[in-house]
């Protein structure tokens, strides 16, 4: 069991930065990948970044590359989303979730593929 916890959603205005933050705890040590996907109101949940746990390999949606940077303190086992000139697009909660199976070729985007998840972490950006 792997057990997620993510803080630093909150309300901003267009144009500011937020650091998402993702604690993992329990068998830490059957990571994979971690990665962060968002569900704005009305909308599927849709993936946004993730990293492999070990060699720090990034994949992005292409809707977010160059505003948005995945990162990971292995010591601490936290996993951060960098988010960069909001928009009011950006408006959803954010989950963090984890990929513990094995036999992937790269870092899985599907949502299938990920065996933990958050509780969620809502971000509002105000125009």
């Known amino acids: 069991q792997v057990q997620l916890v993510e803080s630093g959603g909150e309300l901003v205005q267009a144009g500011g930065s937020l650091r998402l933050s993702c604690a993992a705890s329990?068998?830490?040590?059957?990571?994979?990948?971690a990665g962060w996907f968002r569900q704005a109101p009305g909308k599927e949940r849709e993936f946004v970044a993730a990293i492999s746990w070990s060699g720090g390999s990034t994949i992005y949606a292409d809707s977010v590359k160059g505003r948005f940077t995945i990162s990971r303190d292995n010591a601490k086992n936290t996993v951060y989303l960098q988010i960069n000139a909001l928009k009011t697009e950006d408006t959803a909660v954010y989950y963090c979730?984890?990929?513990?199976?094995?036999?992937?070729?790269?870092?899985?985007?599907?949502?299938?593929?990920?065996?933990?998840w958050g509780q969620g972490t809502r971000v509002t950006v105000s125009s």
């Open positions: 979730a984890c990929v513990t199976s094995t036999g992937w070729i790269g870092i899985p985007r599907t949502r299938s593929a990920y065996d933990y």
């Open positions: 329990g068998r830490t040590s059957r990571i994979y990948a």
